[in-house]
C-alpha cells in the first residue's frame, strides 16, 4: 500500500472530491503549517525532483480547503483546522493561538502607561475601556447577572487588580462598618455564578461545588498559577507541550460541546441560569481569540484542579449526555409546547384543558416515533434522573408515558 503521493496526484485527489487547491494555495498553506512538507527526491537521470507528500495528506488538505470557504486568515485557518481535530505544526498552533493574547497583553501594557501601582493602573485600565463590538456571550451574562454597569465596571477593576498582582479588595475591605453597596466578592460571586451555584439544589441533593469551596481560597489559588496574569496572557500555551494541547482541546470541546449542551437542556427544564449554569452555554469558541481564551483557561485549571475532577466531569458528561440531547432537541421541535416540556411535565399536562393536553401528547408521540433514539434515551431517565443535574420528571420516551 503507497504511503507517499506526489503533488500532482495530490491536488487531483482533492479536486475529485470537488474541492479547488491550486499550487500556489497548496504552496502557501504549507508554509504556514497547515500541510506537512513533502519529502524531495531526485531520480538519477531526471532533470527536477519530484514532492512526494505522506498520503494522508489528501483528507488534510480537503479538511483545509473545506475550511477555508469560511475562514481566510492563515492563523485564523491554523487555529480552525487544529481545533477540528486534523494536523497542524504545533509551532504555527502555538503563534496563532498565542498571537490574540499577545496582543491583548500589549493593549494593557499600553493602557497602563508605565503606573506600577496595581490600584492606580486598573483605574487607567478600565476607564481606558470602550464598547467598540458587541460583547461575547460570557460578558454578556455577566452583565445580566449584575445589578448595573457599576458593578459590572467594579468587577473588570478587581479582576485587573488581581492579574497586575494587588490584592484582592476581600482581603483589605474595612467591615468595621456596614456599606448598602455589594463588596467585591459579592459582585464576584453574583458575577461568576457561584452565587446561585452554591444556593440553588436544581436536583434535591444540595449545590454542585463542594462544600468546602471557597471562592476567596480559589482566587488566591487561580492567582498564583497565572490564571489572571496581563503582561504575558499567552504563556500558558506558548509552554505547553503537544500532548498537553491536545489534552487542553479536549478538555475545551468538552466544555463547549457536549457539557454546554447539558447546561442549556438543565436550564430549559429548571429555569434560566439555574445553579449557575448559564456559564456553560456562554462557553462559544468560535473565533481564535475565544478558542485561544478557553484553551488557556484549561491549561491552568487542569493541574489547578487536579486530572481527576476532569475525569469526574467527563464520566457525568457520558452518562447523561443523550439524555439531555433528546430533550434539548424534543424542546427545539417542540417550541410551542416548551413551557409544558419541562420539570414537572405530568403536572403541567394535567393542568391544561383534555384538548390541549392531548394534542401536546400527540406531537410528544410523534417527535418519539420519529427519533426512536431518543425514545430509549428519555425511557432510561429513572436509572440516572438521581444522579443528572436536573433530576425531576420530564418526558419519557414511550408513547404511554407521552
Do not use: C
Not at 444556593?199 to 489559588?221: H, I, K, T
Amino acid at each position: 500500500m503507497r504511503s507517499e503521493i506526489k503533488e500532482r496526484e495530490l491536488l487531483e485527489a482533492v479536486a475529485q472530491a470537488g474541492a479547488t487547491v491550486s499550487v500556489h494555495q497548496l504552496k502557501r498553506w504549507r508554509r504556514a503549517g497547515l500541510i506537512p512538507r513533502p519529502r524531495i527526491v531526485h531520480v538519477e537521470g531526471v532533470r527536477g525532483s519530484s514532492a512526494l507528500y505522506p498520503v494522508w495528506t489528501v483528507e488534510q488538505l480537503i479538511a483545509v480547503a473545506g475550511l477555508h470557504d469560511t475562514v481566510h486568515g492563515l492563523d485564523d485557518l491554523v487555529v480552525a483546522v487544529w481545533w477540528e481535530g486534523h494536523w497542524v505544526e504545533m509551532d504555527a498552533l502555538r503563534s496563532a493561538m498565542s498571537a490574540p493574547l499577545a496582543r491583548l497583553s500589549e493593549e494593557a501594557r499600553v493602557a497602563r502607561a508605565g503606573v506600577e501601582d496595581p490600584y492606580e493602573a486598573a483605574d487607567l485600565l478600565v476607564a481606558g475601556m470602550t464598547d467598540d463590538g458587541p460583547p461575547s456571550a460570557t460578558v454578556t451574562l455577566m452583565r445580566r447577572r449584575l445589578s448595573g454597569r457599576a458593578d459590572f465596571l467594579d468587577l473588570l477593576w478587581t479582576l485587573l487588580v488581581i492579574g497586575l498582582d494587588g490584592q484582592a479588595p476581600w482581603e483589605q475591605e474595612d467591615r468595621s462598618r456596614p456599606d448598602p453597596a455589594p463588596g467585591a466578592l459579592a459582585v464576584l460571586a453574583k458575577a461568576t455564578g457561584v452565587e446561585r451555584a452554591l444556593s440553588d439544589d436544581p436536583a434535591g441533593n444540595g449545590s454542585w461545588l463542594p462544600d468546602d469551596f471557597d471562592l476567596p481560597r480559589f482566587m488566591a489559588e487561580l492567582r498564583d498559577v497565572g490564571g489572571f496574569e496581563l503582561e504575558d496572557a499567552a504563556r500558558p500555551i506558548r509552554e505547553a507541550s503537544e500532548q498537553q494541547l491536545i489534552q487542553a482541546r479536549e478538555d475545551a470541546l468538552l466544555f463547549s460541546g457536549p457539557l454546554a449542551l447539558i447546561g442549556s437542556a438543565v436550564e430549559g427544564l429548571l429555569g434560566e441560569d439555574i445553579a449557575g449554569f448559564g456559564s456553560l452555554s456562554a462557553l462559544q469558541p468560535n473565533t481564535t481569540f475565544t478558542r485561544a481564551s478557553l484553551l488557556r483557561t484549561v491549561l491552568i485549571l487542569r493541574p489547578l484542579v487536579g486530572d481527576a475532577a476532569f475525569s469526574g466531569i467527563a464520566q457525568l458528561v457520558a452518562s447523561v449526555h443523550a439524555r439531555y440531547a433528546a430533550i434539548a432537541e424534543l424542546r427545539a421541535a417542540l417550541p410551542q409546547h416548551a413551557e409544558i416540556l419541562r420539570v414537572g411535565y405530568a403536572d403541567r399536562l394535567a393542568a391544561l384543558a383534555p384538548v390541549d393536553a392531548e394534542v401536546v401528547r400527540d406531537d410528544v408521540a410523534d417527535f418519539f416515533a420519529t427519533h426512536p433514539h431518543h425514545a430509549i434515551a428519555l425511557e432510561s431517565q429513572d436509572a440516572t434522573q438521581a444522579e443528572s443535574p436536573a433530576g425531576g420528571e420530564v418526558p419519557a420516551g414511550s408513547s404511554s408515558s407521552a
